[in-house]
């Protein structure tokens, strides 16, 4: 099955983002909340573009099956993870002023571009294997550090969201489109969609710790 490989391919990625510097503090509470709110900020504008690729996927295949997948992964992302960011906003007084006046990150932008790039040069497979990670990843993630949990409320809350039932099953629904979507011929491009950003998410982790900014 194509997602087995891909995750056999992507082990090394995959722990070093589980074991990252920034995962770890965030469980154990010792993740300075100015280093949250900067991932919080910068994920405002991944989850955007996020769905953004969701939409322009649907749009792009005949595929009507895969386009109301697609579809229903947006909204369960606007109506779970989304709709949590807003109560973090709140919290640490997140503003969309400050949103506004915050540009998007070197690394971000690249990850992001990278999601745009697998659409239009390997098609909606290529961005579905692209946007995979993005829930795979993070529900694996959060599996893990539930088991110990972080003594920081809104740590605690973060890890909450990708255990929850909605966003365990958005996952599982994504995970069967990407194996329904890889066929022989595609299965290459589709795991360089997958590894690249794979390696992305762990380089995201990096970025938020490093506060990282242009230095154009
Ligand atoms: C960068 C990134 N990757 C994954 C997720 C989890 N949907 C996220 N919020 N941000």
């Known amino acids: 099955m194509f997602t087995d490989d891909a995750h056999t391919a992507t082990l090394a990625s995959w722990n070093?983002?589980?074991?990252?510097?920034?995962?770890?503090?965030?469980?154990?509470?010792?993740?300075?909340?100015?280093?949250?709110?900067?991932?919080?900020?910068?994920?405002?504008?991944?989850?955007?573009?996020?769905?953004?690729?969701?939409?322009?996927?649907?749009?792009?295949?005949?595929?009507?099956?895969?386009?109301?997948?697609?579809?229903?992964?947006?909204?369960?992302?606007e109506d779970g993870e989304v709709a949590n960011r807003q109560t973090f906003y709140r919290e640490l007084d997140i503003t969309p002023a400050e949103i506004a006046a915050t540009p998007?990150?070197?690394?971000?932008?690249?990850?992001?571009?990278?999601?745009?790039?697998?659409?239009?040069?390997?098609?909606?497979?290529?961005?579905i294997a692209g946007l995979l990670p993005c829930y795979w990843l993070y529900a694996e993630i959060g599996a893990e550090l539930a088991r110990t949990g972080s003594p920081v409320p809104i740590y605690q809350t973060w890890i909450d969201t990708y255990t929850a039932n909605d966003y365990t099953d958005a996952m599982t629904a994504q995970l069967a489109l990407t194996n329904?979507?890889?066929?022989?011929?595609?299965?290459?491009?589709?795991?360089?969609?997958?590894?690249?950003?794979?390696?992305?998410?762990?380089?995201?982790?990096?970025?938020?710790?490093?506060?990282e900014t242009w230095q154009l």
Not at 64 to 74: P, V
Not at 108 to 124: C, E, I, Q
Not at 184 to 210: G, I, R, V
Request: one cysteine or more; a neutral charge; glycine letters at 4%.
């Open 16 to 77: 070093a983002s589980k074991h990252h510097p920034f995962i770890q503090a965030l469980q154990a509470g010792t993740l300075p909340l100015s280093t949250f709110r900067y991932y919080l900020i910068q994920d405002h504008y991944y989850l955007q573009a996020f769905a953004k690729v969701h939409e322009l996927a649907a749009q792009q295949t005949t595929d009507a099956a895969a386009a109301a997948q697609l579809r229903a992964g947006a909204q369960s992302l």
């Open 180 to 211: 329904r979507v890889a066929t022989p011929e595609n299965t290459s491009a589709l795991l360089a969609a997958f590894q690249k950003s794979s390696w992305y998410e762990c380089h995201f982790w990096q970025m938020a710790l490093d506060h």
């Open 104 to 127: 998007v990150a070197p690394t971000n932008y690249a990850y992001t571009s990278h999601l745009y790039r697998m659409l239009v040069t390997a098609g909606t497979p290529g961005a």
